[in-house]
Antibody, heavy 122, light 108 residues
Framework: EVQLVESGGGLIQPGGSLRLSCAAS????????MSWVRQAPGKGLEWVSV???????YYADSVKGRFTISRDNSKNTLYLQMNSLRAEDTAVYYC????????????????WGRGTLVTVSS | SYVVTQTPSVSVAPGKTARITCGGNNIGSKSVHWYQQKAGQAPVVVIY???DRPSGIPERFSGSNSGNTATLTISRVEAGDEADYYC???????????FGGGTKLTVL
């Protein structure tokens, strides 16, 4: 079955660090553009970061310099290392796959995980 | 960076037509994608590339995009269509995916 399963969320104090994981099955993470998208409680969707199949990475301005996206090809898993966490980082974090057919990319998300909740609070 | 805006809420009676708009500077030159998010669930794409519908999405869902406004149209609205709807574009100048603020569709 093609799916994404996030883990690693929890309660963390401001200034702390947390690493989220997203395990993929049914397809290969390193052949796709994989993103993290977050949603603060009661708020809209916010794109956070992407890692391209070639390894290039991009970040939203709100997290640049604090978050790092990476992947482990042997585990077929995507990660988000979050440092210097702030209250405003509190959100459900989704991993999502950009649709692709071979080398053709479509720039929208065709597969989402169920999300993992990160709460930054003292 | 590119900004897209949505009306926060739309209300419609069952059986009627709902129109949800997404505004942006010359958005007609970009491809717009629409997601439906029901309470407690992950988003699901309902329209991609302005007007294409993924398999499994009812024909009642349609989209258009021209000028400064993209529109998601839901015909013969059902109670099960009640959800938050988000438009999304890809901003090539920053290589960022950009979401609108979302529209809450209420079925009266």
């Amino acid at each position: 079955e093609v799916q994404l399963v996030e883990s690693g969320g929890g309660l963390i104090q401001p200034g702390g660090s947390l690493r989220l994981s997203c395990a993929a099955s049914g397809f290969t993470v390193n052949s796709n553009y994989m993103s993290w998208v977050r949603q603060a409680p009661g708020k809209g969707l916010e794109w956070v970061s992407v890692i391209y199949s070639g390894g290039s990475t991009y970040y939203a301005d709100s997290v640049k310099g604090r978050f790092t996206i990476s992947r482990d090809n042997s585990k077929n898993t995507l990660y988000l290392q979050m440092n210097s966490l702030r209250a405003e980082d509190t959100a459900v974090y989704y991993c999502a796959r950009d649709r692709a057919d071979g080398t053709q990319h479509y720039w929208y998300f065709d597969l989402w995980g169920r999300g993992t909740l990160v709460t930054v609070s003292s | 960076s590119y900004v897209v805006t949505q009306t926060p809420s739309v209300s419609v009676a069952p059986g009627k037509t709902a129109r949800i708009t997404c505004g942006g500077n010359n958005i007609g030159s970009k491809s717009v994608h629409w997601y439906q998010q029901k309470a407690g669930q992950a988003p699901v794409v309902v329209i991609y590339y302005d007007s294409d519908r993924p398999s499994g999405i009812p024909e009642r869902f349609s989209g258009s995009n021209s000028g400064n406004t993209a529109t998601l149209t839901i015909s013969r609205v059902e109670a099960g269509d009640e959800a938050d709807y988000y438009c999304q574009v890809w901003d090539s100048s920053t290589a960022h995916w950009v979401f609108g603020g979302g529209t809450k569709l209420t079925v009266l």
